[in-house]
């Protein structure tokens, strides 16, 4: 599988890029991002690209790809609705259509969070937006798209979160997330299970397009 992945330099993203770099099934990994990932890879080629809501300047560089892992996200955490909706809805959606038009036989993989609001009506801001980024991204012509809703994820293989408090809780609480990943999946998972589950339903599909932290851990 030929991989595009956004969003690598991100806690999520580094986890699902060592999975990519590591499987022997993935024959290329094309990160697109603001900042340079910092690794080297026979198999890793880097885009660095600053407007997120238009990639016609990039668009000739991202055909013949098997599957995208959109994990490119911000905590919605001292953000208006207006720009965490801009971040959330307008990136992804800006990505994702451009995908989708140039090859529509690519899977679709994003990560969103538990508790998403397919409702799109609900009461919390972050879950609403996530919501309809997620129902948009299903309406469209993808071979197949598929919503991740991890919990927690406990960063693994030195990994860390690139926003500042989610790092030091995940420091702080590193023995307790060891144990909850065990003997609670539904409310927690890791880098190496997202990342693996991610590449799982790209090459074999899955019978549902939502998948909360239990799906991810089983898989
Ligand atoms: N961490 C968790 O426990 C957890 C749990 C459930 C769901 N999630 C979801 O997973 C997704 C990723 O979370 P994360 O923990 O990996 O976040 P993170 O460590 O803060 O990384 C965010 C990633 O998004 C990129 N990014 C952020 N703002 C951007 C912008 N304006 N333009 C371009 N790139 C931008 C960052 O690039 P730079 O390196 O250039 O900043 C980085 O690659 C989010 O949607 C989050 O809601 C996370």
Redesign the pocket.
Known sequence: MRVILF???????QGVLRECLLDSGIESVLAV???PTGQQHVKLHEILHDN?TDYSAIESQLTGYDACFF?????SVGMSEERYRH??YD?TLAAATTLARLDPQMVFVY????GTDSTERGRVMWARVKGKTENDLLKLPFKAAYMFR????QPLHGIR???TW?QAIYVGAAPLLSLLTRVAPKYMTTTEQVGRAMIKVARDGYPRPVLESEDINRL
Not at 7 to 13: H, I, K, L, Y
Request: glycine share 22%.
């Open positions: 969003g690598a330099t991100g806690m999520v993203g991002g603001r900042s997120f994990c490119l996200g911000v905590s971040l959330t990136v990560v969103t969070g538990r991890p919990a927690g994820i979160s690139k926003t989610v």
